[in-house]
């Protein structure tokens, strides 16, 4: 594919599916409660977009932080023997999906639908769901081209 190269084309479909799970969500609550589906598009959009932006930012500087350490020659002497670098890597890969969590919890509350959708059990789905399909349909398109 000359002109476009494949790490632009990874970044549009994560994109294309971030707008795509957003819509589905926002129809979907629009179905579940008497909520407007220009309120509810907004408010997945938001909680989508902040979690995302604080929970990865969150992962990088986690990351740049072991990689400083790697550089530095000191992260031999990390704590735990590998253990602590560990606990670093599943709390970066975790709290981005934390914060949707909590995101979403909030939306149920700030939308006053929690008598047609129960907020923890929506909250989790939604996020599961959110991050199966943005990374999932991404690793799959790198997968095949």
């Known amino acids: ?36 589906f220009g309120r509810t598009f907004v408010g997945s959009l938001l909680t989508n977009i902040i979690a995302l932006t604080f929970g990865y930012g ?8 072991l990689l400083a350490l790697a550089w530095g020659g000191s992260l031999e002497t990390v704590f735990g023997n590998g253990a602590g670098l560990w606990a670093v890597a599943v709390t970066g890969m975790l709290v981005p999906f934390i914060l949707l969590v909590i995101a979403k919890r909030l939306l ?9 959708v129960n907020p923890w059990t929506y909250s989790v789905e939604a996020s599961i769901g959110f991050f199966m399909a943005t990374l999932g349909s991404v690793a799959l398109f790198a997968f095949f081209i």
């Open 58 to 65: 969150f992962a990088a500087v986690l990351l740049l932080i």
């Open 108 to 116: 149920v509350k700030i939308l006053k639908i929690s008598e047609e």
């Open 1 to 36: 594919m000359p002109g476009v190269s494949k790490e632009w084309l990874l970044i549009a479909v994560f994109f294309v599916t971030f707008f795509i799970f957003t819509f589905v969500e926002a129809k979907w609550l629009t179905g579940r409660g008497k909520v407007a």
